[in-house]
């Protein structure tokens, strides 16, 4: 079992930057991928960034366009995500969550908020 708790949200102008940190506890953190989600009010949950368990593979969603990264430190188990030149549309509740070899998120936090305002 992994426990997730995601922290580093708040409220920000537009154009502001944030670093979101997600800690771990329980399994052995390298083991797992781990990935950061957000849910928009009204949407969908959807996928934002993820990185490998080493920390030298990343993969980004589209909408990113080079303004968030994601990165990790094993030593300390815990996962960042730095977002930069924050836009309203980044509104969202944002989720790390841990994919333990399967292909699949099995393992979720409880969400840090992020909002922008104008």
């Known amino acids: 079992q992994v426990q997730l708790v995601e922290s580093g949200g708040g409220l920000v102008q537009a154009g502001g930057s944030l670093r979101l940190s997600c800690a771990a506890s329980?399994?052995?953190?390298?083991?797992?991928?781990m990935g950061w989600f957000r849910q928009a009010p009204g949407k969908d949950r959807e996928f934002v960034a993820r990185?490998?368990?080493?920390?030298?593979?990343?993969y980004y969603a589209d909408f990113v366009k080079g303004r968030y990264t994601i990165s990790r430190d094993n030593a300390k188990n815990t996962v960042y995500l730095q977002v930069n030149s924050l836009k309203l549309e980044d509104t969202a509740v944002y989720y790390c969550?841990?994919?333990?070899?399967?292909?699949?998120?099995?393992?979720w936090g409880q969400g840090t908020q992020v909002t922008v305002s104008s």
């Open positions: 969550a841990a994919d333990n070899g399967d292909g699949q998120y099995n393992y």
């Open positions: 329980g399994r052995t953190f390298s083991r797992f991928a």
């Open positions: 990185i490998s368990g080493s920390g030298i593979s990343t």
